[in-house]
């Protein structure tokens, strides 16, 4: 169960900043301990000690992004002006630099790279900067790729993302402060289908052209289970033939069609982006990261945009066309994985 936010505040900020020193202190203790963990794997497989420096750089971060936040409260009259616009553009600011910092470190320790085929530009529109709302469904696979989707978003399409996230979240204590002060929405396990579908009309119905809405429309990282789980549900509903839809694709979970439609419902002026990515797939827990992270982290990505007159409008075509998109992820995906490394 998620602390009140008083709690979270109190507690788990300052902990935060707490253990960011202890690591920083002992970080030569852990190199060792990481070190000697690992002599077991072949020398090119010896990831701890990657593992061990991304993760101080990334404590050290977000100790340094709850100091900002700390700063932006105070210069907004301590809370009081912090839906103002100008405050709305400076945490995005602060997104913006943690994302940047956080990608570069995963370059630098990781050796990672990413090659993104994007939509190319309509007309009138710059490479860099599309002139509609957009609200953007992803795939939902491996470490990170929400993480990654945001700071392109961010970086390379100066957008202002909003995103539906599990209550969870929060117990990362900068992500619970900044994302808590800008137009995002946290949902608690179990909540009801309707008041997530509330939440989405919510934060579409609001955005303009500079705003992004992005919606993982499988409801979670794929695996296996929850692959089949999927399948089942939509047999159990008597939903014959998406389920035969989904069995055919191997790389995906079925789309629940809810959230994305109520999106396009509430935002219809809005053009839909459609991603696919590929590379670190494998990697779901903390166990996968230890045995399998590559020496190497290759991500390949495809974006695709769907102009905002072009999408249907009945229902039942749309959940067609969705499941139509996901098909086409789904064969990018088998297309594109990269062939898994030998387990040491």
């Not at 990481?34 to 072949?42: F, H, I």
């Not at 790389?251 to 696919?276: H, Q």
Request: proline share 8%; charged share 25%; net charge positive.
């Amino acid at each position: 169960m998620l602390p009140p936010r008083i709690v979270r505040r109190l507690v788990l900020a300052p902990l935060l900043v707490v253990l960011t020193v202890v690591a920083l202190v002992t970080l030569p203790i852990w190199l060792l301990v990481v070190t000697a963990a690992s002599l077991r794997l072949p020398p090119p497989q010896r990831r701890g000690t990657r593992l061990v420096w991304f993760a101080v750089a990334w404590l050290t971060l977000e100790s340094m992004a709850l100091a900002a936040c700390l700063g932006l409260w105070v210069a907004c009259g301590f809370g009081g002006r912090l839906h103002r616009d100008e405050h709305q553009e400076r945490h995005y600011a602060l997104i913006r630099w943690f994302l940047s910092r956080v990608y570069d470190a995963a370059v630098r320790i990781f050796q990672l790279s990413i090659e993104i085929d994007e939509p190319p530009p309509g007309p009138g529109e710059s490479s860099r900067r599309l002139t509609r709302p957009v609200i953007v469904l992803s795939r939902h696979a491996g470490p990170g790729d929400s993480v990654l989707l945001v700071h392109h978003l961010l970086t390379r399409y100066d957008r202002r993302p909003r995103i539906l996230m599990k209550a969870a979240m929060q117990f990362d204590p900068s992500l619970d402060v900044v994302v808590n002060r800008l137009p995002n929405a946290f949902v608690p396990n179990g909540a009801a289908e309707s008041g997530v579908l509330t939440e989405i009309r919510r934060l579409a119905s609001g955005m303009d052209a500079d705003d992004a809405l992005v919606i993982f429309p499988e409801g979670g990282n794929f695996t296996p289970k929850r692959r089949l789980r999927a399948i089942l549900r939509l047999e159990d509903k008597g939903l014959t033939e998406d389920a035969a839809r989904a069995r055919r694709m191997e790389n995906l979970m079925a789309p629940r069609p809810n959230g994305a439609l109520a999106a396009i419902d509430a935002c219809p002026e809005a053009d839909v982006i459609f991603v696919a990515h590929t590379g670190l797939d494998d990697l779901v827990t903390l166990g996968d990261i230890w045995r399998k992270l590559p020496m190497r982290a290759e991500i390949k990505a495809k974006w695709w945009r769907v102009r905002a007159a072009d999408v249907p409008r009945d229902r039942d075509d749309q959940i067609r066309w969705l499941f139509d998109q996901w098909e086409r992820i789904d064969a990018w995906v088998a297309e594109n994985r990269p062939t898994p490394a030998p387990t040491p």
